[in-house]
């Protein structure tokens, strides 16, 4: 497969990853429906999450994940202030949301952007508490890692910045730097992708954060930043196909979207475009919206 090809995937594997978890967040996993009934239209008699939120509809993971792709796209760099700008309109008026209806935010995203509003700058915004380590930085960072064209020392540091409007916690931002890493080796189809973004990382990036970043965690699917970057690890590498990766991802139950959608990125990457679901792109509303933001993003 082509660079293209991977990249595709991966863009729309996220939304569909996000879109296929939506009516089963916060749920624990014993209360989900069995692997063969999780579809993007839930079984009959599910009470949904979001009640009145057509099946198919990506959530505020996937309308910011389209904000840093259309900045991207758009201003050809990576603008802070662009983003956040974006991820405003996106709160404020819905801007990339499918109907243009917002529906979920994180506390932590609507805090900083809050802060922003009022003026602070982006680069110092995001929350800055070991409290503040949430993925809701690392559930938008995909599009950076298939756009970028820089060294991996310039990809380790626009994934850090692109971190901070929100969160800004060395947790987060270097979650967020050895997600791109990763997703980089999967595109490269490199050999043992994580395991070079681990060694990239702690030779360009020390920190006294990254050991507890790199250690291995229980698989679960909380809202906890390491949690979600772990899972989509482990489910990427240790599943057979796109479609497995991602249904075991909301199968954890909690944060279903989220987690689906970091999965649902690389293993995207992994697959390529066709490994997505054929039934699973149709049924994924706002194509109008996305196709041709990662149109422009990859031209």
């Known amino acids: 497969m082509d660079h ?5 995937g991966g863009l729309y594997g996220a939304l569909v990853g996000d879109a296929l978890g ?33 099946s198919g509809t990506w959530s505020d993971d996937g309308a910011l994940l389209l904000c840093l792709a259309a900045s991207l796209g758009d201003r050809g ?24 209806a917002v529906f979920d935010i994180g506390d932590r995203t609507s805090s900083s952007l809050t802060a922003i509003e009022q003026g602070v700058p982006p680069e110092r915004s995001g929350g800055t508490s070991e409290s503040a380590n949430g ?28 971190s901070l409007p929100t969160h800004a916690h060395p947790r987060s ?31 360009l990036q020390p920190h006294p954060e990254l050991e ?8 679960r699917g ?21 479609e497995e990766a991602v249904r075991a991802a909301v199968k954890l139950g909690e944060d279903t979207d989220t987690t689906a959608c970091i999965t649902g990125g690389a293993a995207g990457v992994k697959w390529g475009l066709e490994g997505v679901p054929e039934r699973w792109l149709s049924a994924l509303r706002g194509r109008e919206v996305c196709d041709p933001i990662f149109q422009a993003l990859l031209a």
């Open 173 to 203: 931002t270097l979650a967020c730097a050895l997600y791109c890493l990763w997703v980089r080796g999967l595109l490269r189809e490199v050999d043992e992708p994580w395991q070079r973004a681990v060694s990239t990382l702690a030779r």
């Open 135 to 162: 993925n809701g930085s690392l559930m938008r960072a995909l599009p950076l890692a298939v756009w970028h064209r820089g060294s991996d020392e310039e990809l380790i540091r626009d994934a850090t910045r692109q």
């Open 22 to 54: 939506v009516p089963y967040e916060f749920r624990g996993a014993h209360e989900l429906p069995e692997d063969t009934a999780l579809e993007m239209e839930p079984p009959a008699g599910w009470r949904r999450t979001y009640a009145r939120v057509p």
């Open 77 to 100: 760099e990576l603008d802070l202030q662009d983003l956040s700008d974006r991820m405003l309109e996106w709160r404020n008026a819905g801007y990339l949301a499918v109907d243009q």
């Open 4 to 8: 293209r090809h991977r990249a595709l």
């Open 212 to 219: 507890l970043v790199l250690a291995d965690r229980p698989l």
């Open 222 to 242: 909380s809202g906890y930043v390491l949690d979600s970057l772990h899972a989509a690890q482990r489910l990427v590498e240790g599943c057979d196909s796109f």
